[in-house]
C-alpha cells in the first residue's frame, strides 16, 4: 500500500489522506460482482428492503442515495414509504411480511422514525439473517461471540479503511472515542477482532487527552465538532473520523466538519480521513457488501469471492 | 465502605484483600430473600436446570457445589446427568425439553462437554430467557445494547468486587488482560456500562507491562499463572484475579494460583482478590441471582429488591 494507491492522496501537506469516496467505489464494484455472481445461480439479484417512515428531508436523502447505490450495484431496491402517522402496530407488520418474503434478502429501517414510533422495538423485530445494518441483539452478540454475522455497516467500514491505511492491523492500539452501539461499542469489538488493543473512551473519561495520544489509530465518534484538538494526537498516527457535524459559518453558510480539529490534525498524523469524504461513504458500502453476503447465506451459497475479504464480518 | 466491611479484610501487608468468598455469601443470602419472596407470591421456588454430560471430575465438583447452593438458597435443583456417550441431538432435544418446561427459570449446561459434541451449539440452543450463564448470542446481545438480558457471571462478579472495594467506578480506568468470550470481552462491556474507562489487552498487545501499569482496576484474565508481575501493577491499583491455575509445587503437591503475582502485588495493590477465595466464589452466586432474575423476568414480576442491585445486569 503506497500513496498511489487509489485511496489515498497527498493532502499536500504531512498527513496522507484516506479517501472514502474512492474506498466506497471500490466496494460498490466488490458488490456489484458478488450480486451479479448470485443473479446467475439463483435466477434472481439480491434484493434490499427500505422502510421510510414520515417527511425526514435528511432521511428522504439517505434512501435516495441507498436506492441509487443498490440499484446502480445490479440489486433490486424495494422502498417503503409510510406516512408520519404510521402506526407501530403497522411497521411491525410490514417488518414481518419483509421477514418471511423469500426474495427479500436485507431489511433496513430508515433511522430517526417519527415521534411516537420506538426505533428499538421495530429494528429489534428484523430477522438477523435479513439485518444488513446489523444492529438486532442477534447481530451484536454474533459480534461479541466472533460468531458469523452481519456487522454494523459504519464501524466496517472504519476498519477497512485502517486496513487500507496500514495493513495488518495487528497490535496496534485503537483509540475508540464514543461509545455508542451504533459506532463506538462495534468498532471496539470489530477491531478487537482485527487483533488490536482497544481502549474505549467517552464522556466520563479522565484525562482523554492522554489518553487519546496514545492511539495508533485513533477513533473519533463522539458527534462533538473539533473535539479532537492537535494535542491529542500521537505525531505518526491514523485517525479515522466518524463524527458528521453541521456547523453554522461566519457568512451565514453552513458546513460539515468531523470530531477533529482536521486543519491542525493535517500537521500531526500520518493519515487522517477528511469530513466529508471519509467515513461517509463506507456506510452504504458496507449496506451492500451486507445485502450481498445476507442473500449468499440465506440461499446456503458460499460468501462470493469479491465480497469474502471486505472484512463486513 | 471501610476495612471493616465484611468483605474486606487487611492482609498484613499493604494491600487489602477482597474477601470473595464473604462477598458471595452475601450474594446468596440475597438470592435466599428473593428466592423466598418468589416462592410465595408464585407458589413455587425458582427452579435451576443443570445438565452434566460425562464423568469429568471437575465437573462434577462443579455441579455439586451449583446444586448445594442453589439449594440452599431456597431455590429448586434439577440435575440432568447424561453419559459422555450422548448424541448431540438427544442433548439438544433435553434442552429444548427444558427451554419449555414451565417450571424451568435457569439452564446450565456444564463445560467442558465430552469429546464429539459442540458446546457453542448446545450453549447457543437455550431459552436466552433461561440463558442464566449469559453465555447466548442473545444475551451478549442485550450487553452490547445496553438491553435487559442475563449477564456472564464471573464478569459480573469481576464488577461486584470492584465496586465492592472503590464504590462508584464512574471514569476508573480498567485494564482487562484477555478477551475471550466468557470473561474478557463480557466484563469489558460490564465495565463499560459502569462508566469506566476500559482497555483491551491480550497476547497481541505491544508493551502490555506499560498499558497494565495505567490501569486503576486490573483485571487479569488470560489464564497465565504469575502473568502479572510486580511493576506491572501502579502503585494504589486494585487487581481482580480471575485466573485459577492448578501447578505444581517442589515437593510434588499443587497449589491454585492466579494470573497476578499474588505474593509480590501485595507490596504494591491497595487491593486484591486472592486466588482461592477471591472471583472464584463470586461464579456460583451471580448464577444464583441470574436464577432468580430470570424467574421474575418469565413470571411478568418485578425483579426482587434484595437482587435488584447486585449488579448482574
Not at 458488490?31 to 435528511?58: F, I, K, S, Y
Not at 419483509?98 to 415521534?115: E, Y
Not at 496496534?172 to 471496539?188: D, E, F, N, Q
Request: charged share 20%; hydrophobic share 45%; aromatic share 2%.
Amino acid at each position: 500500500m503506497t500513496v498511489q494507491d487509489p485511496i489515498l492522496r497527498p493532502s499536500g501537506r504531512r498527513a496522507v489522506l484516506i479517501d472514502g469516496k474512492a474506498a466506497a467505489e471500490g466496494l460498490d464494484q466488490a458488490a456489484r460482482a458478488g450480486a451479479l455472481e448470485l443473479t446467475q445461480t439463483l435466477g434472481r439479484p439480491p434484493c434490499l428492503a427500505v422502510v421510510l417512515a414520515g417527511e425526514d428531508p435528511a432521511s428522504q436523502v439517505y434512501v435516495r442515495n441507498k436506492v441509487r447505490r443498490t440499484e446502480s450495484a445490479g440489486m433490486i431496491s424495494v422502498e417503503h414509504r409510510l406516512p408520519a402517522s404510521v402506526s407501530q402496530d403497522e411497521l411491525l407488520a410490514l417488518i414481518g411480511r419483509l421477514n418471511i418474503d423469500p426474495v427479500v434478502d436485507g431489511i433496513l429501517v430508515q433511522l430517526p422514525l417519527p415521534a411516537g414510533l420506538d426505533a428499538q422495538t421495530v429494528v429489534q423485530a428484523i430477522d438477523p439473517a435479513k439485518d444488513v445494518d446489523g444492529l438486532t441483539a442477534a447481530s451484536a452478540g454474533a459480534l461479541v461471540l466472533g460468531a458469523p454475522g452481519l456487522r454494523p455497516c459504519t464501524p466496517a467500514g472504519c476498519v477497512y479503511l485502517a486496513r487500507q491505511a496500514l495493513g495488518d492491523l495487528t497490535g496496534r492500539h485503537v483509540v475508540v472515542i464514543g461509545r455508542s452501539i451504533l459506532v463506538g461499542k462495534p468498532a471496539a469489538l470489530l477491531f478487537l477482532d482485527a487483533d488490536c488493543t482497544v481502549s474505549l473512551a467517552h464522556s466520563r473519561t479522565r484525562d482523554l487527552p492522554a489518553l487519546a495520544r496514545q492511539a495508533d489509530i485513533l477513533i473519533a465518534a463522539a458527534g462533538r465538532p473539533g473535539m479532537v484538538k492537535a494535542d491529542w494526537i500521537r505525531p505518526g498516527a491514523t485517525v479515522i473520523d466518524v463524527g458528521i457535524n453541521r456547523v453554522a459559518r461566519p457568512d451565514g453558510s453552513s458546513a460539515l466538519t468531523g470530531d477533529a480539529d482536521y486543519e491542525a490534525a493535517l500537521d500531526i498524523a500520518d493519515f487522517i480521513t477528511p469530513v466529508p469524504g471519509g467515513v461517509g461513504p463506507m456506510t452504504i458500502a458496507m449496506l451492500l457488501i451486507n445485502t450481498v453476503r445476507a442473500c449468499a447465506r440465506r440461499a446456503g451459497l458460499a460468501i462470493p469471492a469479491s465480497v469474502a475479504g471486505t472484512g463486513a464480518g
